[in-house]
T-cell receptor
Framework: GQNIDQPTEMTATEGAIVQINCTYQTSGFNGLFWYQQHAGEAPTFLSYNVLDGLEEKGRFSSFLSRSKGYSYLLLKELQMKDSASYLCVLHGSGAGSYQLTFGKGTKLSVIP | DTEVTQTPKHLVMGMTNKKSLKCEQHMGHRAMYWYKQKAKKPPELMFVYSYEKLSINESVPSRFSPECPNSSLLNLHLHALQPEDSALYLC????????????FGDGTRLSIL
């Protein structure tokens, strides 16, 4: 099976940088996604890491270390609209390659 | 707005009603998914269609019946639902299996009376 851990809630200040960590246990996976979900809305794709290292996309960066079972999402220059839940998601491999295993999400509150 | 369109956005139905949820995408994606999401919980996979064929059914009760009429459309037929089935139902699609992100629709918020 797969298990994903991420903090339940975080608070950060507008304009600051925040890092949301995710640790996981799995027997195998293709890659790791990060999704953003505003309350009552659909999840939106942010990033996908297959190889170890950092992927940067504007204000958002995501990092993966397969050997450590660890990923993080880094948000820079925080804006009020970044207040949302951030989901760490494993992308299955082999027969399970269609399947996404979602973490429980980290609710980020950005304050002025 | 997303490229995956779901209708209706809200649905209230009694336990004896029959209704259908609809999902449409025109991105040429060949894999489509139904998820159920309860408040403050992550989405739970229900069904996966690949090339219009059902490839995964996550032990979903038979009162939920999926249908994929063509590569752009995905339906979820509902009959004799229970109050605990009230949730946000999300449709998603991806290009194919492999390292492709799933794109989600805005969901249908379903309430069972």
């Amino acid at each position: 099976g797969q298990n994903i851990d991420q903090p339940t809630e975080m608070t950060a200040t507008e304009g600051a940088i925040v890092q949301i960590n995710c640790t996981y246990q799995t027997s195998g996976f293709n890659g790791l996604f990060w999704y953003q979900q505003h309350a009552g809305e659909a999840p939106t794709f942010l990033s996908y890491n297959v190889l170890d290292g950092l992927e940067e996309k504007g204000r958002f960066s995501s990092f993966l270390s397969r050997s450590k079972g660890y990923s993080y999402l880094l948000l820079k220059e925080l804006q009020m609209k970044d207040s949302a839940s951030y989901l760490c998601v494993l992308h299955g491999s082999g027969a399970g390659s269609y399947q996404l295993t979602f973490g429980k999400g980290t609710k980020l509150s950005v304050i002025p | 707005d997303t490229e995956v369109t779901q209708t209706p956005k809200h649905l209230v139905m009694g336990m004896t009603n029959k209704k259908s949820l609809k999902c449409e995408q025109h991105m040429g994606h060949r894999a489509m998914y139904w998820y159920k999401q309860k408040a403050k919980k992550p989405p739970e996979l229900m069904f996966v269609y690949s090339y219009e064929k059902l490839s995964i059914n996550e032990s979903v009760p038979s009162r939920f019946s999926p249908e994929c009429p063509n590569s752009s459309l995905l339906n979820l037929h509902l009959h004799a639902l229970q109050p605990e089935d009230s949730a946000l139902y999300l449709c998603a699609s991806s290009l194919d299996r492999g390292g492709q992100p799933q794109h989600f629709g805005d969901g249908t918020r379903l309430s069972i009376l």
